[in-house]
């Protein structure tokens, strides 16, 4: 029975007493008889009939109260038993439950979500603003944005933040939760949970930090599973090393590519999982996906992991060190053989032997230099850091490498490659070193040419790969400037500006010309100009690169000097030689920079030392500057590509290299001048002399050409850049001729089977994709070989080698208008 203190005891207590009072008032005001009377007046009952029928409904409702309350009871402990379910569930999943009223604005948390957040319930402004307050600063504005975008989306919301607690302590937090909604679509409420993910978040962030270690190891690593017979996982060097994707690898087993007996595979695998041995050794082969081999090194051990047996793998390339010791060997037999010179000092540098070679090179007999210091070979041209360096390498166990002067018995200077060894006893402690040092008197001037050949390659390749998409712009901007320039009045101001664009389009392609000339080696455009407004003009560029606190000085002379050159490689020269200038007095108290131009006739001394000048007159460039000056010992190696005397970081050493190739295409001649020291005229001072036009030879050399029109020929257009196509096209009809395009060399050869008795001349590009400028010729030349084609590109002038049976035009982007139309001139006017 319910007791009377619950919910259900009240229940029936409160029935009986309605009952009984019913049951009073019906005797005090004889409702019984009136009750009786008026039922008997239809059907024949007894009062004590009635008053048994009344008992027993009372009966009957206390028991369906009495039902009611036990039915309370039940649910109410069903309840309760779930609520403490869930309340230990989220206490032990680290879970809590919210609530959002966005009417009232009231956020309502559970007892778990408090804990999660280390907030006391009094301390809890339970609203939206109080939780954003309790998160990290950073992540609020994220968290916002994905909540209200899921409010406005009608989509359930999850997002993961994080805590910042008092302590610096940081929490990871995820929340998932969906609102409902009224009639119209309105938010009410906002609930869901929060939990606790910061352990998790840990773990995953260890097994990130493991698993990359794991993939940035130099070894492979694999896990084999010999249950299945394939490995369970890989790391990222393996599939590097093999060539193979992880997915592929995981499909393999150790045979896949290890070139190894399966038997004697098996038989590790038996002794390791017997526990005969800890640790699997093999020095096999792996066989790549390509076919390739390279040598390994494999240690195997075995692995279990719940009472299941993994063996796991690391293999070490050992291609690279496997050559090396090769190397090795090669050259201690090459020391002990070699005709270059040997040298042995103990460790503190005393001398203990050297070969005949020796002798040979350095003139020193082998009495002379036994028990004294290498330091008698040294010249001074290198520095003290230099041997710092040297001494540190070889000191630390390393073998040094390097080239250096040194001084010969008679004091004659030579270059020379070394390379100094450590020789280190059985404990690693060094106890000797070897010295092989080859004499490069003979070599040096072959060396230097075959390394400004490389760096040049290189650089002709870069060069190259820019120059054919730089090209393009630029022709497609002059060709749209022509266009409009043409449709403008001659006096305007518009006409004027798109002028100028023309001419700086120009001025860019002869930069890309200019430095494919300097990478390729290819001829300069040459042209008459005067090089005093040359140097006016060069003034004004330059004073933005001199820094205000150098004074800057130019003087140019009052004769009109008219010189045959590249006034793009001219201005690049000057700009080279001011760079030089400005670092040289960067450090100097007043600096001075100092550009001259002058009237030069050669005497007989000049004469004398260029015996091959033809020319009478300079013009002579002079560019000083009051720095430090450059050692005379260096002033021979200045033009040698790649030197510098800058520190690491300030030069290339390819200016001056260039400056005087410059001088050289222009026949001309370049010379030195350097004082080292800090007194009042030490510096250096470059002297450039090119010959100066007589006028006469001006007068030759300079022409006015016209602009060559067309007469409706019908040309067709070839080129995968749709700016070039627009623009060339364009400028094509303008000159008078009609034109069809292509977009490659396939389309091309369509139009023209098409269109062959009409077509006059095919303009096409030699690079494209599908079909190139070249292939289309070949193919239209099986059918026609009377066909007439100028080729444009944006390569240097060697795009055509290895075709040397193509003998035609090639015009290099930006082109001209005039170069273009008179290049078809001259095809349209050829036999």
Not at 159 to 174: E, N, P, Q, T
Not at 385 to 390: A, R
Request: glycine share 6%; aromatic share 8%; hydrophobic share 40%.
């Amino acid at each position: 029975m319910p007791k009377l203190g619950t919910k259900a005891g009240l229940d029936i207590t409160i029935a009986v007493a309605a009952v009984m009072l019913v049951w009073a008032m019906a005797s005090t005001f004889d409702l019984f008889e009136l009750l009786f009377e008026s039922v008997h007046r239809h059907e024949s009952w007894e009062l004590d009939d009635l008053v048994m029928a009344v008992f027993l409904i009372s009966l009957a409702f206390i028991w369906f109260s009495y039902r009611r309350g036990k039915e309370k009871i039940a649910l109410s402990e069903q309840i309760l038993e779930q609520q403490h379910f869930l309340a230990r569930a989220q206490q032990v999943a680290l879970m809590g439950n919210w609530e959002l009223d966005r009417g009232a604005k009231y956020l309502q948390w559970s007892d778990q979500v408090f804990d999660i957040f280390e907030i006391e319930k009094t301390q809890f402004g339970a609203s939206y603003d109080a939780f954003l307050a309790a998160i990290h600063p950073q992540d609020r504005d994220v968290v916002t944005k994905v909540y209200e975008a899921s409010v406005a989306d009608h989509t359930f919301y999850h997002v993961i933040h994080r805590l910042l607690m008092a302590d610096g302590r940081i929490k990871y937090i995820s929340v998932h939760g969906d609102t409902d909604y009224d009639s119209q679509g309105n938010p009410l409420r906002s609930y869901g949970t929060a939990q606790d993910i910061t352990r998790q978040r840990k773990i995953e962030h260890e097994l990130q930090r493991s698993r990359f270690a794991l993939d940035s190891s130099p070894d492979a690593f694999f896990l084999y599973d010999p249950r299945v017979g394939r490995f369970v996982d890989v790391n990222n060097t393996a599939c590097q090393q093999l060539g193979y994707t992880r997915g592929e690898l995981l499909e393999m087993n150790p045979l896949s590519f290890a070139l190894v007996e399966p038997d004697a595979l098996e038989r590790i695998f038996q002794q390791l999982q017997t526990g005969e041995i800890e640790v699997g050794r093999s020095v096999c082969r792996y066989r790549r996906k390509d076919g390739s081999e390279f040598p390994v090194e494999a240690l195997v051990r075995r692995f279990e992991m719940e009472g299941e047996l993994f063996f796991v793998a690391i293999a070490r390339d050992v291609s690279s060190r496997l050559k090396s010791e090769a190397l090795m060997r090669q050259l201690s037999t090459a020391i002990q053989q070699s005709v270059e010179s040997v040298m042995v000092t103990d460790v503190h540098s005393v001398i203990e032997y050297v070969n005949p070679a020796f002798t040979r090179i350095t003139g020193y007999s082998y009495d002379d230099v036994i028990g004294k210091s290498p330091a008698v070979l040294n010249s001074g041209a290198q520095s003290p850091d230099f041997y710092k360096q040297l001494w540190g390498t070889i000191l630390s166990g390393e073998i040094w490498h390097g080239s250096l002067t040194d001084k010969r018995q008679n004091g004659e200077y030579y270059p020379a490659m070394m390379s100094i060894t450590p020789i280190k006893d059985e404990q690693d402690n060094i106890t000797h070193f070897v010295s092989l040092q080859q004499d490069m008197s003979d070599y040096s001037k072959l060396e230097r040419q075959f390394l400004q050949a490389q760096k040049m390659e290189a650089m002709g390749t870069l060069v190259g790969g820019i120059a054919h998409d730089f090209n393009n712009v630029i022709a497609a901007i002059q060709g749209n400037a022509y266009l409009a320039r043409i449709k403008l009045d001659e006096g305007s101001k518009a006409f004027e500006k798109v002028k100028n664009i023309e001419k700086l389009g120009t001025q860019a392609g002869d930069m890309v010309r200019q430095l494919l000339t300097f990478a390729r080696k290819d001829n300069v455009d040459m042209k008459v100009f005067n090089i005093n407004s040359f140097m006016k003009e060069a003034y004004k560029l330059t004073q933005a690169a001199i820094p205000e606190n150098i004074e800057y000085q130019s003087h140019i002379c009052a004769d009109n000097l008219m010189v045959n050159g590249d006034a793009t490689q001219l201005q690049q020269l000057l700009m080279n030689l001011l760079n030089n200038a400005r670092d040289a007095v960067e450090s100097v108290a007043e600096p001075l920079i100092c550009c001259k131009l002058e009237l030069f006739s050669a005497d007989s001394c000049f004469r004398k030392k260029y015996s091959d000048l033809k020319a009478e007159q300079f013009a002579h460039i002079s560019v000083s500057d009051n720095g430090h000056g450059i050692a005379q010992y260096r002033l021979d190696k200045v033009f040698e590509p790649f030197f510098t005397t800058k520190g690491a970081g300030k030069g290339t050493g390819l200016g001056l290299a260039m400056v005087y190739g410059v001088v050289e295409a222009h026949q001309g001649i370049i010379e030195v001048d350097s004082e080292v020291g800090s007194e009042v005229g030490s510096g250096t001072t470059m002297h450039i002399y090119l010959p100066v036009m007589q006028k006469q030879a001006v007068k030759e050399l300079i022409g006015q050409s016209e602009i060559s029109k067309g007469h409706g020929q019908l040309l067709l257009l070839v080129d995968d850049d749709e700016n070039i196509r627009q623009a060339t096209g364009e400028v094509l009809k303008a000159l008078g001729y009609k034109v069809m395009v292509a977009s490659d060399g396939g389309e091309a050869l369509d139009c023209y089977n098409k269109h062959r008795q009409d077509i006059d001349l095919i303009i096409s590009d030699i690079i494209m994709p599908r079909v190139g400028g070249i292939e289309l010729l070949r193919q239209i030349r099986e059918a026609d070989e009377h066909v007439r084609v100028i080729f444009i590109t944006g390569y240097d002038n060697n795009a055509l080698q290895g075709n040397e049976d193509i003998k035609e035009t090639v015009l290099s982007k930006p082109f001209s208008i005039q170069a273009l139309s008179e290049s078809i001139h001259a095809k349209l006017m050829a036999d």
